[in-house]
């Protein structure tokens, strides 16, 4: 079993700055893939960025590249999710997951992921 808490989500102005970590307990281990996904109300949830914990090798979608960046701290086993030039199109729940073995191919795909947090709201207002 693994244990996904998130946290860091707030309103924002856009143009502002947000960063969200997504702290994992249980039996995580060199494996494992960690992705952040979000939900805006009305829509699917849908790929925001992963690491892989192995090689800390990162994979964004379009809409976040250049402005997003994930990275991991091996120490306190948590993952993170800096977010800058934030756009009113960028509010929606964020959800931390993870799981293991996912394949590139795999990685931004939402039913991959058997291990989820439980969301942390970021609001963007114009």
């Known amino acids: 079993q693994v244990q996904l808490v998130e946290s860091g989500g707030s309103l924002v102005q856009a143009g502002g700055s947000l960063r969200l970590s997504c702290a994992a307990s249980?039996?995580?281990?060199?494996?494992?893939?960690m992705g952040w996904f979000r939900q805006a109300p009305g829509k699917e949830r849908e790929f925001v960025a992963a690491?892989?914990?192995?090689?800390?090798?990162?994979y964004y979608a379009d809409s976040v590249k250049g402005r997003f960046t994930i990275s991991r701290d091996n120490a306190k086993n948590t993952v993170y999710l800096q977010m800058n030039s934030l756009k009113p199109e960028d509010t929606a729940v964020y959800y931390c997951a993870a799981d293991s073995w996912v394949n590139e191919g795999a990685v931004r795909t939402t039913t991959r992921y058997h291990y989820w947090g439980q969301g942390t709201q970021v609001t963007v207002s114009s």
């Open positions: 249980g039996r995580t281990s060199s494996s494992y893939t």
């Open positions: 690491i892989r914990w192995s090689d800390s090798r990162p």
